[in-house]
């Protein structure tokens, strides 16, 4: 039985792909933007280490993913962090009421920035067999850090914002690989 032909890729898919690289690249300078802004705001951050434990965790489902199966894992930990983020809003406008300024601003748009590259993700990688989601993935019901209070939900922040920046450098290298694998241009 012989192999199916592989489809040529067009421009538009290296467009596509490409505008993915650059989008995840936007994701993670404002996602780095947001973490300056918040330790400006809170300042006793500013010499915290966060730790090293990953609040997003995944499971690949075979020793070697393939590209596209990368892309799809990280679709659901970017679901995950969008979850989070969700989180960090309603809880902070619950402790705080809703409040105005740069952080503020910022953080809304670190929000629609991730949606958007979970919708771009979505196209480039669903299939018949795997139905992507672009929903939170994160019910925000866990005591934050155990210590609770505004002490509490401020070091939590500070978790989900460097969880953020991990996610979105995560996501503009295994976008970049795609759009290599998928004859993009090694730079872009």
């Not at 995950?80 to 969700?86: E, K, N, Y």
Request: aromatic fraction near 6%; glycine fraction near 6%; charged fraction near 30%.
């Amino acid at each position: 039985m012989a192999e199916p032909e592989e489809q040529p890729v067009t421009a538009k898919e290296y467009s596509r792909t490409g505008q993915a690289v650059a989008l995840a690249r936007l994701f993670h300078q404002e996602c780095t933007r947001l973490l300056q802004l918040y330790k400006e705001k809170e300042t006793f951050l500013s010499d915290h280490i966060a730790d090293s434990e990953r609040i997003v965790s995944l499971s690949s489902v075979s020793e070697e993913p393939s590209v596209e199966e990368q892309v799809q894992l990280l679709h659901s930990a970017l679901r995950q962090c969008l979850g989070l983020i969700h989180c960090i809003i309603r809880k902070e406008e619950e402790e705080w009421g809703e409040l105005d300024g740069d952080y503020e601003t910022m953080k809304k748009n670190v929000r629609a920035r991730l949606e958007h590259l979970l919708h771009t993700t979505k196209a480039l990688v669903e299939t018949e067999d795997a139905k992507l989601e672009v929903t939170p993935d994160h019910e925000c019901n866990e005591e934050i850090d155990g210590s609770g209070g505004s002490f509490g939900l401020k070091v939590w922040t500070y978790r989900v914002l460097v969880e953020l920046i991990h996610w979105a450098d995560h996501a503009a290298k295994t976008l970049h690989v795609l759009h290599t694998e998928r004859g993009g241009a090694e730079e872009i």
